[in-house]
């Protein structure tokens, strides 16, 4: 009996992925647990098992293939155990080939044309004198549906009509053109306009799984979640005093402790502190969390993700201290599981290191609030009336007012801000 084997979503936000390299071939037998291929995701790469046992038959996609669809098949298996058949000249399908990056070329004359540069497409002529940037899978389906590819808008790179806009169309209807302006234009395809920015004039860097989800999650983020942001100052001459002695003491121990752990900590006491603020909103009501899980922003090739510190109120600074530094490494190997960037109940993000004095960040759905560090640095400040040099960092907290409204989001950074210039109170 044969057994398919489909792309598996290793995450509730997995769409597609990328299948980065098989480890069976064709006639290879395996049993459940077998590693038999390894896949990138929006986030890491991560290997797949086997769960049925059997014989590979077939290989469906090859390895480097991207955006392969979740539940998609990708291999099929000889449940009956008995070797593959051996291949043959035309006997099985060919494994479907890596998508290369799409690539800028100059018009041709006859379709439907080969691809252009190892797949890149090319416009295609549809009629004596007239021509429209078509991919040649879109020419060959709105032929079949009967649909007027004069009368479509291409929604792929520089306005390219591609398999989605066929599919979308009716046959023989035209489509509205967009209108311009408000909601609609921001959700329409970003391309540059060949009459503006001459294709010659710029390299088209393909979207990868990290930078495809991250760039949809933050425009629903921004446009959905009614959001705002309050800005403090805190002084931190005692928190990088106390993170010396700290740093001295375990010195032997190898602890080693910086600022962003002591902030992650101060983030986990303010949010007990204040349940009402470490909270989520769904449609059923307001998820009050019992649990401070901190998920923390760290930039990696193509974007950033968020590995999340779990019951950071109840875990010492040095224990911290080496979760971060686990979760930031694998973060940058891509090397994480989902339930180690998933689950978190708040954001930090610090860009501090960086010299950035003061920004806002966006809200990281479904937590209700993001916290946006800024550098600590000498300053004149006033105290007893007298003006005095203290290291001040700025901080703002992005609020989702569906959840935290001001007062709320107030009470929460007076909290953190005791825990920061009064380290001593984290141990109470």
């Known amino acids: 009996m044969t057994t398919p084997i489909t792309m598996p979503a290793l995450s509730p936000t997995m769409e597609e992925g990328n299948l980065a390299k098989w480890h069976v071939k064709v006639g290879d037998k395996v049993k459940p647990g077998d590693i038999i291929a390894e896949i990138e995701t929006d ?80 416009p295609v002529a549809v009629a004596a004198g007239t021509r429209i940037k078509a991919s040649p899978l879109a ?53 540059l306009d060949d009459r503006v920015y001459a294709p010659d004039t710029y390299e088209l860097i393909p979207l990868d799984g990290v930078r495809k989800v991250t760039a949809r999650r933050l425009t629903q983020s921004f446009m959905q979640v009614p959001h705002f942001p309050l800005t403090i100052d805190l ?22 402790v910086s600022v962003n752990d002591m902030l992650i900590k101060a983030c986990a006491m303010a949010l007990m502190a204040h349940p009402d603020a470490n909270a989520s909103y769904t449609d059923k009501g307001v998820a ?7 998920s923390v922003a760290v930039a990696i090739a ?3 993700i968020t590995p999340v510190v779990r019951d950071a109120q109840s875990k010492g600074l040095a224990q911290i201290a080496a ?18 960037y998933m689950g978190g109940t708040f954001s930090i993000s610090n860009l501090g290191m960086m010299g950035i004095r003061q920004f806002a960040s966006i809200i990281n759905p479904p937590e209700g609030m993001i916290l946006s560090v800024g550098a ?18 700025t901080v703002t907290l992005t609020c989702d007012h569906r959840v935290v409204d001001g007062a709320t989001g107030a009470r929460w950074l007076a909290s953190f801000k005791q825990f920061v210039e009064t380290p001593e109170a984290m141990l109470l």
């Open 376 to 393: 600590g640095e000498k300053r004149a400040v006033v105290k007893d009336d007298k003006v005095v040099v203290a290291t001040m960092m």
């Open 139 to 191: 020419k060959r389906l709105a032929s079949a549906k009967g649909v007027d590819l004069l009368a479509l808008k291409g929604s792929g790179p520089h306005g390219r009509i591609i398999k989605a806009d066929v599919e979308k169309a009716q046959a023989g209807a035209k489509q509205a053109p967009a209108v311009g302006g408000g909601i609609t234009s921001l959700i329409e395809p970003a391309v």
């Open 288 to 294: 009050q969390h019992k649990s401070a899980h901190v």
């Open 235 to 256: 002084e931190i001459d005692h928190l990088l005093s106390a993170r010396l002695r700290i740093n001295e003491a375990g010195e032997k121990a190898g602890v080693k």
């Open 43 to 122: 986030k890491a790469t991560m290997e797949v098992e086997a769960v049925d046992e059997g014989t590979v038959t077939k290989l469906l996609v090859e390895e480097g293939a991207q955006g392969v669809k979740v539940n998609a098949v990708i291999a099929e298996l000889d449940g009956g155990g008995a070797a593959a058949p051996a291949k043959a000249a035309g006997a099985a399908p060919k494994p479907v080939a890596a998508q290369p990056a799409p690539s800028v070329s100059a018009p041709r004359a006859d379709p439907p044309p080969p691809p252009v540069g190892g797949g890149g497409r090319a």
């Open 302 to 304: 193509g974007g950033l």
């Open 323 to 340: 979760e971060m530094k686990d979760l930031a490494a694998r973060a940058r190997e891509k090397k994480l599981k989902p339930q180690e």
